[in-house]
């Protein structure tokens, strides 16, 4: 076991997250992807633009159970303020290398009535990894999801599919006795390589 966990994570974790513009973050537990985003954040340099749909990780912040890192702008979009907050973020990542979290994808669809929601969010994570490209910037999609019986992962509760594209990093996080397992799926959906 490593010693220092902050060094482990930018040592082994990161230069594979650094692979690809695009993240897809799976966990079927909400703590687990929270811990998660938090390695994220604490151990990046760059403008971290957190999109929390969920409110969770907004709650860590105000409850103290994670600390503050200065690199960190926090929105909680609603169906009003979200043309506004993608202005921003597509400001900041085409002005300056950047992250930006989408947490979560179930949050992201909640926010459409429409019944065509799911085009609309695939045109604007397209647009926002377009942008992010000229700055070398990062996406994470972060998502509540589960397998279904076709092995393709969906959003849980409402089964709606994932995102996927070729040039995309999948993660699934699970959690076992000694702490989380980070699992970095093939196009198959099987873990290629887990790292605890």
Do not use: H
């Not at 969770?56 to 303020?81: A, C």
């Not at 085409?94 to 429409?114: A, K, T």
């Not at 990894?129 to 994470?140: D, R």
């Not at 393709?152 to 599919?161: A, D, E, F, K, M």
């Amino acid at each position: 076991m490593d010693k220092n966990p902050e060094q482990f994570f930018k040592s082994r974790i990161k230069p594979i997250l650094e692979q690809y513009r695009l993240n897809s973050i799976l966990c079927s537990e909400p703590f687990l992807k929270a811990s998660f985003l938090e390695k994220i954040i604490q151990t990046s340099q760059v403008p971290i633009l957190y999109l929390d749909f969920d409110l969770l990780y907004s709650g860590f912040i105000s409850g103290g159970f994670v600390s503050r890192n200065e690199n960190l702008q926090v929105f909680k979009p609603s169906s009003d303020e979200l043309e506004n907050i993608l202005k921003k973020c597509i400001e900041k990542i085409s002005s300056q290398q950047s992250i930006l979290i989408i947490d979560s994808l179930n949050g992201f669809y909640n926010i459409f009535d429409e019944k065509d929601s799911g085009r609309l969010i695939n045109s604007f994570i397209m647009l926002l990894s377009f942008v992010a490209k000229t700055t070398n910037s990062q996406i994470f999609l972060v998502s509540m999801a589960r397998i279904n019986e076709k092995d393709s992962w969906v959003l849980t509760p409402s089964g709606r599919q994932i995102i996927t594209s070729e040039s995309m990093t999948k993660i699934l996080l699970k959690q076992n006795d000694s702490g989380m397992v980070v699992n970095f799926l093939d196009e198959k959906n099987k873990a290629k390589e887990s790292i605890n």
